[in-house]
């Protein structure tokens, strides 16, 4: 079986609004392995998105535990800039909105976290270039985020959520501006992430389409996590 890359354990995230503490996660605790493609699906508002902000290291829980990678590393104990760094080699992340910078090309755009990590810019540059190829946008390498469709803007997202190798890719309603074409295109890429390169997949979304095409499928419903 393959191993355990995240697990988390009893997770609780509340915020506190005009004196009134607001439970957004209650409890969660599950695993994802290598290789896995998991769907968390559930209703806007049932707590998706900010548990996979926390099982992302981009946000804090407000109690629990998150462990990464075979020495089970615990993210909650490195500092902010420590999690940064982890964040850019571990972890990718595509998002409803590519947040693409729009002064530079396809190319350049794919580069980013890998110019960030120290990488040369001419190796940077191959690494980004045969991804955009895989992803099938070979003839828009140079090519800015305003001269391509959205469903291209999203696989060069895609493209630059991966050029790292993580060892976890996790999307947030990714494929939500998107018709059922280009859709299904965005899911086949994640797919062939999985297959080629042993990428795990995690995504939240509301689309039972796109959720049933993954391997493993859990639901929340009112801050916590059932078998779905």
Not at 55 to 62: E, I, K, M, N
Not at 98 to 106: G, N, R, V
Not at 139 to 164: C, F, M, N, T, Y
């Amino acid at each position: 079986m393959d191993h355990v890359i995240l697990r988390a354990r009893s997770v609780f995230k509340e915020f506190v609004k005009e004196r009134e503490r607001i439970q957004v996660v209650k409890g969660v605790s599950l695993d994802i392995h290598e290789r896995d493609c998991l769907a968390i699906m559930g209703a806007s508002g049932a707590g998706k998105s900010t548990l996979l902000q926390i099982l992302g290291a981009l946000d804090r829980p407000s109690q629990g535990e998150i462990f990464f990678g075979e020495k089970s590393v615990n993210l909650w104990k490195m500092s902010d800039e420590e999690l940064s760094d982890f964040r850019n080699r571990n972890l990718g992340f595509v998002f409803q909105f590519h947040y693409l910078l729009p002064e530079f090309s396809a190319v350049e755009n794919v580069m980013m976290p890998a110019l960030i990590s120290g990488m040369d810019r001419d190796q940077a540059s191959k690494k980004a270039s045969e991804l955009l190829r895989f992803v099938g946008l070979g003839e828009r390498l140079d090519h800015k985020p305003a001269e391509l469709s959205g469903g291209e803007q999203q696989r060069v997202a895609i493209a630059r959520s991966v050029i790292l190798r993580p060892k976890l890719l996790l999307g947030d309603e990714l494929t939500g501006n998107l018709d059922s074409e280009n859709s299904r295109k965005v899911i086949d890429l994640l797919l062939d992430l999985n297959r080629e390169f042993g990428i795990a997949i995690l995504i939240v979304t509301h689309d039972h389409d796109v959720a049933r095409r993954m391997k493993r499928v859990l639901t929340m419903r009112d801050g916590k996590i059932t078998n779905s």
